[in-house]
Structure formats: structure tokens, C-alpha cells
């Protein structure tokens, strides 16, 4: 199959994405986790060990952690370490896990109570982060410190819905600044004035990956998170694109001279759509087919032939808000950033989608 001849070439030429500890590395090694949980094929374990090890030290620390920066990307690579010390049984992976909790006990917030996204962004809360970091924080709540947070984590999604959710479009803006003086900002709301498709996704993706980490047991909890998943699915499955089943760089922009069906937000709710319906968050009846129809479009418009393998197009490269006058969040910003092929944040979710898909068939 084209998928998977091409996922386990991209591995073999797999390169670290930067020199320091990064979230777009985190995206592949969490593509190999979710490979590893469908196929049990030891190679994916392998690549997460292999990337591990030489980073962190007997004591846990990450010798390459970016210290001081306060960045909430930092969090999504450690998302691995539970399954690291799980097969290994390593202290030194066990002691990492404290030691990246320990850095987001640090972690600067807004008035609030949510994260920052990062110290260079004050005051700032991005969709992207709530992927980054919550997942982590569940995850490690639920197995090591007593679910002694959960409430801090419940209580910094019912703010992104009650400050980012847009009732009418039925999407999430993609920032908000408390402080209300970004140049991005509306002075009245905060808001990022655009729904960007990837934002979208790394919020979905980090809703399901939260309920999947938590104790049932703390029903009330579960049931409301339950209730922000579904809502949010249903609001993007509308700007599905008719022709590819994918979803548009701009998401409510479709008609937009420039706009194009983005591959790695499409995977993303791909992902998240097919483990929703696997973990039965929403209806297996329902979504299913709809999962699989995303992630098979993916397949069928943007892993294209290239050479004696394929490659993966229409990757959004970076987009972001700020600082300053830079990346305003119009329409024409997002659309002017650069569409490449082959870049982790496309080829991650896409791995991490293929997983899934593997997982709910066996399921139906």
C-alpha cells in the first residue's frame, strides 16, 4: 500500500527537525506511538527509543530542552516518554516525565489561568498549545500525581470555548490575547480574526487525546469533555470541500481566490474523527465512514508518485501570530505562507490518522 511504503521511507531518511528539543519531531515520534499501539511492529518502538535516548541523562533531564523560553510547543515530543518507560522500564524515562511536568508547574499564565503559549507571546493562548500540552498534563495526572489537576485542565478548555468559539461559524479562532493590544488582536474580544485549519486540528486532535488519557471514573468531566468534542465535530464537518473531502487552508473561506484543501489539518481531523468513533466519543455508527472517507481522500489527492516512492503535498509549512505587525491572521496572511511537501507536522498527523483508520476497522 502507497501509505505505508511511504511512511516507513520517510522514517528510513528521518533526520531531527531541529537541534533542540521541538514539537514537530514530537509530531512523527507520536505518528510511530499510535503506529506501534495499531501494529505492534517493534520497528516504530524502536524509532521512538533511538530517538530518546541520547537526549536524556540517568537524571531525566532533556539535554537539549529549550530552558527558560517557557515555550508550550516543548511539551508535545514528551508525550512519548509514558510509553518509553512503559516497554523499558528505564528510570531515566520516568524521571524525564517529572522532570517536563516540573517545567510546566512553571509555565507562565494569563490572568485566566491558561497556559501561555510562550513567554515571547504573553497574555496569549493558542489552539495550538492546548495540543502541545494537555494531552501531557492528563496523561501524567492520571498515572502519577492523583488526578490532583484535572480540574485545571478542565478549566482551561471551558476557557478557550468561552473566549475562541464562534457560535455562528461553529469554529474556533485560532488566538486570543487577554491583554487585548496584539496588533492581531480585536480590541473588543481578544480574538485572532480567522479560522485556520491546522489550529482547528491540533484543537480536536487535542480534545480526543485528552478524554483518551483521563480516568472515566470522574464521569462528569469525561461527559463534558465529551460534549466540547462533539460540538467541534460537527461544526467543521460543514466546510468539508464536496469534491476531495478535505478541509480548506482558511477553513470558512472555500471560494477564496488562493485557498487550498490543507493536508495536515485535514489529517488531523481525520484523526481525530476515526479515534472519536473508535473510543465511541461520538456515534461509530456516524463518523466512521466519515473519518475514513477524510483520510482516504488524503491518500487519493495529496500522497502523490515521486521517484520509486511518493510524496505527501500541500503541507501548510508554518503559520503563526505576531509579533508585532507580523503574520496578522487575514485571510492573506495564511494564504500567503509557504505550501511545501514531506514536513513533519503534515507527515505526523497523516501517520497518526493511517493508525487509527488500522485500529477502527478492526473495530467494525
Sequence with gaps: MSEIKYINDFLDNYHHYKDYWNYEDGCVLMGCQQLYFATGEQ??????????DPLIEEDGTITNFEFGKHNIDGFNAGKVLFLAYDETKNEKYRKALDFLAGQLREQPRTNEGNFFHKAIYPYQV??????????????????????????????????????????????????????????????????????WLRSMGWYLMALIDVIDNMSEEIYEQYREYGDLFREAIDGILQYRDKKTGLFYQVIDHAGTEGNYTETSGSAMVAYAVMKGARLEVISREKY???????????????LVPKGDGFELKDICWVAGLGPGEKRDGSVEYYLSEKIVSDDSKGVGPFMMAYAQKLMLEKCL
Design 43 to 52: 520497528k516504530y518502538l524502536n524509532f521512538i527509543l533511538d530517538y530518546l
Design 126 to 195: 493558542w489552539l495550538d498549545g492546548l495540543y502541545m500540552a494537555q494531552p501531557f498534563y492528563m496523561e501524567y495526572e492520571t498515572r502519577y500525581n492523583k488526578k490532583e489537576n484535572y480540574n485545571d485542565i478542565l478549566a482551561q478548555f471551558r476557557n478557550v470555548r468561552k473566549y475562541m468559539y464562534d457560535p455562528q461559524k461553529k469554529l474556533y479562532y485560532h488566538g486570543y490575547d487577554e491583554a487585548k493590544v496584539q496588533p492581531w488582536a480585536n480590541k473588543e474580544t481578544g480574538l485572532s480574526p480567522n479560522f
Design 288 to 302: 466512521a465512514g466519515i473519518g475514513m472517507d477524510i483520510f482516504n481522500g488524503l491518500v487519493r489527492e495529496k
